[in-house]
């Protein structure tokens, strides 16, 4: 954290950030909707400090109010936007239900290591307010609003609205887009204020991904295809970038972290393509294709081909590295983006996925030339699922990962995971010449809970990460 007296949340730079403090805590949401055990959600607290005695441990537990939420993805209500204001403090995480719409305040100022519940924004307030639902991510402004993208409206319908809550009380202000300009689907954002812009995502409609994926859906338009660039100032929407089949559910998107850049990439699942976007000389804006993970030609899984499915992507504070999970394949990759058009590879490890040799796909055809990968085993545990949430120490050494992606899609495409619970591992990063390998001493085994065996997600610190903060 910054050293001055005069300085809110985080950090100057992206830089000064990379000098931070190494994480001692992380919070994760755990998930118990469509498992077998009736309780809660929970946010839980996992000490990551090596010189710990409760390392790899979950320290504390704090259950939601209410049944089947399906906690997901979370933010904070201050990070380094907020820099320059000294009266701003990070000290609660924005804890929105992707399905019940609801929206947890957690206090984890009071007491880092044992957060507590200050509020709950009910669904209506976002149903009547804003005609929008499904919250999905929470970026904080540097005007001190919190900003809450949605994927769809009340009645289960794709929508790609913005919610406005209150920084202070945490009431629903409204949206932030126009009326009758939400795009037709929602999910990720982010915004690059020196050159104002605003990018969001698409996933589909929420009634179409409740409870599984049908390939069907892709077929009948509820799946989008497009990211959407958005003018931050007056927040109309200027264009929209048609991705076409290559760009089937683009997922995460994340814009470089140095506040001058004018280019990110975002992560398009179906057909696991990773697209570069980027401001042209007109001052327009253009994606250009720079990632292709081929599919697998298979026997044994529920269609012929199976893609990679990249699902979560990010960068590094010094914008040297972009990592991402390919859920299915089963590994996790890291690029050198030092020439951001032309992507290398660098570094490579399998975790769990869907072609493990001793398990019941076989690949008939693999145009990367690979042969099926080995169970990955951890203190006795096999890797159920596959790597999915990514989050980097600040430094850029140490990578974590969980393997749930969502419960419905879990119990899908993994119903042992389901069943046995979800694990957090750690993956050591050469940071110089690039490289990863699995720390065989780390492990967070979520199948070995108290109330039972549920699906952790989305890795947060405390002070913020590469994930969370913006740079104005």
């Known amino acids: 954290m910054a050293n001055c007296s005069e300085c809110g949340p985080g950090y100057r730079s992206p830089l000064d950030a990379m000098k931070g403090r190494r994480e001692e805590i992380v919070y994760l949401p755990c998930i118990y909707r469509n498992t077998d055990i009736h309780k809660p959600d929970y946010l839980a607290t996992v000490d990551v400090d090596p010189k710990s005695s409760t390392y790899t441990q979950v320290i504390h537990r704090l259950p939601m109010p209410n049944l089947r939420d399906e906690l997901h993805h979370s933010g904070w209500n201050a990070c380094s936007s907020c820099f320059g ?27 880092p290591r044992a957060p507590q519940i200050q509020k709950v ?24 609003q919190i900003m809450i993208s949605c994927i769809g409206d009340p009645s289960g319908n794709g929508k790609g609205g913005f919610v406005l809550l209150d920084g202070e009380t945490f009431e629903v202000v409204g949206n932030w887009e126009h009326p009758g300009e939400a795009a037709p689907f929602g999910y990720d954002f982010w915004y690059q204020p020196r050159h104002n812009v605003m990018i969001s995502t698409e996933w589909g409609a929420p009634k179409a991904l409740a409870n599984g994926f049908n390939p069907n859906h892709v077929k009948a338009g509820l799946y989008g295809s497009s990211i959407h660039v958005w003018d931050w100032t ?17 997922l995460e998107i ?12 975002v992560g398009c699942a179906l057909r696991s393509v990773v697209f570069r976007f980027y401001k042209t000389p007109e001052g327009d804006w253009a994606a250009e ?12 899984w529920i269609l012929p081909e199976m893609p990679g499915l990249i699902t979560d992507i990010l960068i590094s504070l010094d914008d040297r590295y972009l990592y991402f999970s390919n859920w299915l394949h089963g590994d996790i990759r890291q690029y050198d983006i030092t020439d951001s058009r032309n992507p290398r590879l660098v570094g490579q490890v399998f975790l769990g996925g869907s072609i493990v040799s001793d398990g019941p796909v076989r690949v008939l055809e693999d145009p990367d030339k690979q042969p099926q990968p080995r169970p990955r085993i951890i203190q006795g545990r096999r890797v159920p699922g596959g790597p999915q949430m990514l989050q980097l120490s600040l430094d850029g050494r140490r990578l974590y990962v969980t393997t749930s992606l969502y419960s419905g899609w879990d119990k899908q495409f ?33 199948g070995k809970e108290p109330d039972g065996p549920s699906l952790a997600h989305e890795l947060r610190y405390p002070g913020g990460d590469c994930t969370s903060d913006i740079w104005l």
Request: net charge negative; aromatic share 6%.
């Open 414 to 446: 993994y119903p042992d995971m389901a069943k046995e619970g979800s694990v957090m591992m750690q993956i050591d990063v050469d940071s110089v010449d690039g490289g990863l390998s699995v720390n065989e001493d780390f492990l967070v085994d979520f």
């Open 254 to 265: 994340r814009f470089l972290h140095n506040p001058d850049a004018t280019e990110g990439y």
């Open 121 to 144: 924004v009910e669904p209506i307030d976002m149903y009547w307010k804003c005609d929008l639902a499904n919250p999905h991510t929470t970026h904080c402004l540097g005007n001190g």
């Open 289 to 300: 294709k720079v990632i292709n993970i081929p599919n697998k030609k298979v026997e044994g």
């Open 85 to 111: 204001d000294a009266s701003k403090k990070r000290n609660r995480l924005i804890l929105p239900a992707l399905i019940s719409s609801r929206i947890y305040v957690v206090d984890v100022g009071t007491d």
């Open 234 to 250: 007056t927040h109309r929407k200027l264009q929209t970038l048609d991705l076409g089949e290559e760009g089937a559910i683009p």
